[in-house]
C-alpha cells in the first residue's frame, strides 16, 4: 500500500489489479485507515483518469450486493440528485414517466443534514410504507410501473466505509470520489439508464458552473463505462425549489405540481427530468415529445391518479391526494414579515435549508428523529415584489423553537430596489 500511495502521489495511473487490491483489502480491514487517508487525500490533489475512475466505481459496486431488476419488464430509467432544498422532484417526476409506462423500480435514501430525502417525504403520508420485500417491490413495479423503498440491502458498503473517513479527513470534496462514490451507489441500484440532476448554487455542493460541470461529465463518463445509457443536467441551487422545504409540506407541493397547480420551477424542472427519462425509455422518439406526452398525464389527470395508486400499493391513505389536510401539521404557522419593500433578488438555499432542519424536517446525526410536519414555507421567490410587513415565509413548527428563527429565516432573504429576473433554472446539459 505504501508503494501505491506514493504512485497516487507522484500522480501515476493505477492498474485494474491495483485497485482492487485497495478496496477489497481495505473491506478486509487490512489496510489500515492512515493509509486510505492518504490515499484519498493524494486523489484529491491529482485526481484520477477516467480509467481509474471506471475501475474504483467497478470495485465499490462489486464491495456488496447489486438489485436484479431483470424481472421487471421494459427499460428501467432512474433519476438522481446530487442534493438540494426543497427538492421534491422525485415524487413528480416518477408518477409522471410511471404514467407513460416507463418502469420506475426506485431506491431512495433518507436525508442527512440540509438535504431532503424521498423516503422521509414519503413516510410522512399516513400508512405508508417503504420497506418492501424484493419481489413484492418487483411485482409491484411489474404492475403499476412504480414502486419506491428505501436501502435496504447491503449495496456499496465500500463506498460508505470509504465515506465515513473522507468525512473526518476533508476529503469529500473531491470530483473523482464524489462521482465515482454517487455512480457506484446508483449502478448497484440496477436501472439500466441514469438521468442526473446535478446542483449548482449556495444550497449545493457545487458552488461553480465548471466544478459542476466536472462532476457531472465525470459521472456521465463513468455510467456509460459501465453500459448504463447517463446524461446530466446542471440545475439551480441558489434559492429552493418550490415554495415548500419540509417533508409532508413537499408531498403536499408534489400533490399540487401533479395536478398541473405547481411552482413554475418545480414543474419545469421534473418535466424535464421526466421528459429525458421517457426519451432514454423508448417511449417518445424526442424530448420535445416526451414533454408534450407528459404535460398531457397532468392535464387529464393520469398522473395524479398514478400516484394515488401508487401510494395505496404501498399501504398509505392515498385520500391525502383529494384532501391534502389529512397529512401531518404542524401545530403552529408563524409568519415571517419582510422590513422593507422591493424586490427578491436572493434567497439562501443553504440557510433556509439548514432552518429547516433545525426545525426538525431533517437530519443533524444519522440517528436524528424527523417531525414530518415541520418546515418552511415561502411566500416569496426571487424576482417577486414584497410589501413592508408583507410575510416573506411561514414558519410551520410543533414545540421545538430555536432561537432567533424568526430573524434568520428573514436574513436569508435578499431584498433590492430592482427588479430582478428570476433565476435560471438550468445551465446545461451533458450528454
Ligand atoms: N454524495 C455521495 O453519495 N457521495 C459523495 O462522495 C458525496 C456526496
Ligand atoms: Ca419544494
Redesign the pocket.
Known amino acids: 500500500m505504501v508503494d501505491l500511495i506514493e504512485k497516487k502521489r507522484d500522480n501515476k495511473e493505477h492498474s485494474y489489479e491495483e485497485i482492487q487490491f485497495i478496496i477489497n483489502q481495505y473491506m478486509q480491514n487490512k489496510i489500515p485507515d492512515y493509509q486510505i487517508s492518504a490515499w484519498a487525500m493524494a486523489i484529491y490533489f491529482n485526481s484520477m483518469s477516467e480509467l481509474e475512475l471506471t475501475y474504483l466505481t467497478e470495485a465499490l459496486v462489486a464491495s456488496g450486493e447489486q438489485l436484479d431488476l431483470s424481472d421487471i419488464n421494459g427499460i428501467k430509467v432512474d433519476k438522481h440528485s ?2 438540494g432544498v426543497g427538492d421534491t422532484t422525485t415524487l413528480i417526476v416518477a408518477p409522471l414517466v410511471a404514467s407513460l409506462g416507463v418502469p420506475v423500480a426506485k431506491m431512495s435514501g433518507r436525508g442527512l443534514g440540509y438535504t431532503g430525502g424521498t423516503v422521509d417525504k414519503l413516510n410522512s403520508i399516513p400508512g405508508f410504507n417503504t420497506d418492501l420485500s424484493m419481489s413484492n417491490f418487483i411485482h409491484l413495479v411489474n404492475q403499476q410501473k412504480l414502486a419506491i423503498i428505501g436501502q435496504t440491502k447491503n449495496l456499496t458498503p465500500a ?1 460508505k466505509k470509504l ?1 465515513s473517513l ?1 468525512d473526518v479527513t476533508a476529503t ?1 470534496d473531491s470530483i473523482p ?2 462521482a465515482s ?2 455512480m457506484s ?1 446508483k449502478i448497484a441500484a440496477g436501472a439500466d439508464c441514469l438521468i442526473l440532476d446535478v446542483k449548482l448554487g449556495s444550497g449545493a ?1 457545487m458552488k461553480t458552473l465548471d466544478s459542476a460541470e466536472n462532476l457531472a461529465s465525470t459521472m456521465v463518463k463513468i455510467g456509460k463505462n459501465h453500459n448504463k445509457k447517463t446524461m446530466a443536467i446542471i440545475s439551480n441551487m441558489d434559492e429552493p425549489l418550490g415554495y415548500m422545504i419540509g417533508n409532508a409540506l413537499e408531498v403536499k407541493e408534489a400533490i399540487e405540481t401533479l395536478k398541473g397547480n405547481g411552482p413554475k420551477d418545480l414543474e419545469e424542472l421534473s418535466l424535464v427530468l421526466a421528459s429525458y427519462m421517457v426519451y432514454f425509455a423508448n417511449k417518445a422518439t424526442s424530448v420535445k415529445q416526451a414533454q408534450v406526452m407528459l404535460r398531457e398525464t397532468i392535464s387529464s389527470g393520469k398522473a395524479i391518479e398514478t400516484f394515488k395508486t401508487f401510494i395505496a400499493s404501498q399501504g398509505g391513505n392515498s385520500t391525502v391526494v383529494d384532501n391534502v389536510s389529512l397529512l401531518p401539521k404542524a401545530r403552529y404557522q408563524i409568519p415571517v414579515y419582510s422590513k422593507e419593500e422591493g424586490f427578491v433578488s436572493a434567497i439562501s438555499a443553504h440557510q433556509i435549508g439548514t432552518i429547516a432542519m433545525l426545525l426538525g424536517a431533517g437530519r443533524t446525526t444519522k440517528t436524528s428523529v424527523i417531525d414530518p410536519a415541520v418546515g418552511i414555507e415561502l411566500r416569496k421567490k426571487v424576482g417577486e415584489h414584497v410589501k413592508k410587513n408583507e410575510p416573506l415565509a411561514f414558519l410551520h413548527i410543533n414545540d421545538n423553537k430555536p432561537s432567533n428563527i424568526i430573524s434568520q429565516v428573514e436574513s436569508s432573504f435578499t431584498i433590492s430596489t430592482e427588479k430582478q429576473e428570476p433565476n435560471r433554472l438550468i445551465y446545461k446539459t451533458i450528454f
Do not use: A, E, Q, W
Request: charged fraction near 25%; avoid cysteine.
Open positions: 446530487t442534493g463506498d465515506y473522507r469529500v470520489l464524489i462514490s454517487i451507489k455542493f
